[in-house]
C-alpha cells in the first residue's frame, strides 16, 4: 500500500491505539517467509479490546508513505472477541541498534520450520513516541492473506541498526509483497 499523505481523510474523531503491553515470553518461529513472534498482549483500539496474536517483519516495509519505503516494518497482528483483525504497522529506519529486537535478534532460527522460546520485553518498548497512524481496510498480506483486516500503520518510524537490518536480510533479503492498488479504499489519518 502507498500512503499518499495529501489525499488521505482526517478523522473527526480518531480512535485512538491503546496499548497495553508487558513484559512476555514468546515463540520465535522461522516459518520460511519471515520471522513470525507468537506471543501475547493487549490493545484496545477506541473501546474494543484485542488480543495481539504475533507480529512479523518485512523488508523493506510493506508499506510506502508517499512512494517511499522504509528499510523494514513489523506487523503487529491482533483480534479482538469478534474474530476481527487489526494490525499495527511499525517502520524501521536506519539508525541506532533497536533494544527490543537486541532482546532476542542473535537467537532467530536460521531454518523453516525452526523455532526458539524467548523472554520478551514490553513491546511498548518498540512503539514510537506518536502513535499517530495511517488506517485502511485490507487483507493480510502473509498466507492465509484474510480480507477484512484493518490496519494502523504508524507515522513515526523506529530505528534499525545496519547490523540488525543485515541480521535479518541474511534470512530474507525480500520479503515484502508488492504494492497493491488503493482501488475504491480510502486512507484516514488519525490527525
Ligand atoms: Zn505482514
Not at 499518499?4 to 520460511?32: E, F, I, M, R
Not at 495511517?134 to 502473509?142: F, I, N, P
Request: aromatic residues 8%; glycine residues 6%; contains cysteine.
Amino acid at each position: 500500500m502507498n500512503i499518499v499523505s495529501k489525499s488521505t481523510v482526517k478523522k473527526t474523531t480518531a480512535t485512538a491505539l491503546q496499548p497495553d503491553y508487558v513484559a512476555t515470553t514468546g515463540t520465535v518461529v522461522n516459518t520460511g517467509t519471515t520471522i513470525q513472534v507468537n506471543t501475547s498482549g493487549n490493545l484496545k483500539i477506541g473501546t474494543t479490546p484485542y488480543k495481539l496474536l504475533q507480529y512479523h517483519f518485512h523488508t523493506p516495509s510493506e508499506e510506502a508513505i508517499n512512494g517511499v519505503h522504509y528499510d523494514a516494518n513489523v506487523h503487529l497482528v491482533h483480534q479482538d472477541a469478534k474474530g476481527r483483525l487489526a494490525v499495527i504497522g511499525v517502520n524501521f529506519k536506519k539508525g541506532a541498534a533497536n533494544p527490543y529486537l537486541a532482546s532476542f535478534w542473535n537467537k532467530l532460527p536460521a531454518k523453516k520450520g525452526a523455532s526458539i522460546g524467548v523472554n520478551l520485553p514490553s513491546l511498548k518498548e518498540l512503539l514510537p513516541a506518536s502513535l499517530e497512524y495511517y488506517s485502511y481496510a485490507g487483507s493480510l498480506t502473509t498466507p492465509p492473506c484474510t480480507e477484512g483486516v484493518r490496519f494502523y500503520i504508524l507515522k513515526q518510524p523506529v530505528s534499525i541498526s545496519a547490523e540488525q537490518l543485515a541480521t535479518f536480510q541474511k534470512l530474507f533479503p525480500m520479503n515484502a509483497r508488492p504494492l497493491q492498488p488503493l482501488n475504491e479504499r480510502v486512507i484516514k489519518s488519525s490527525n
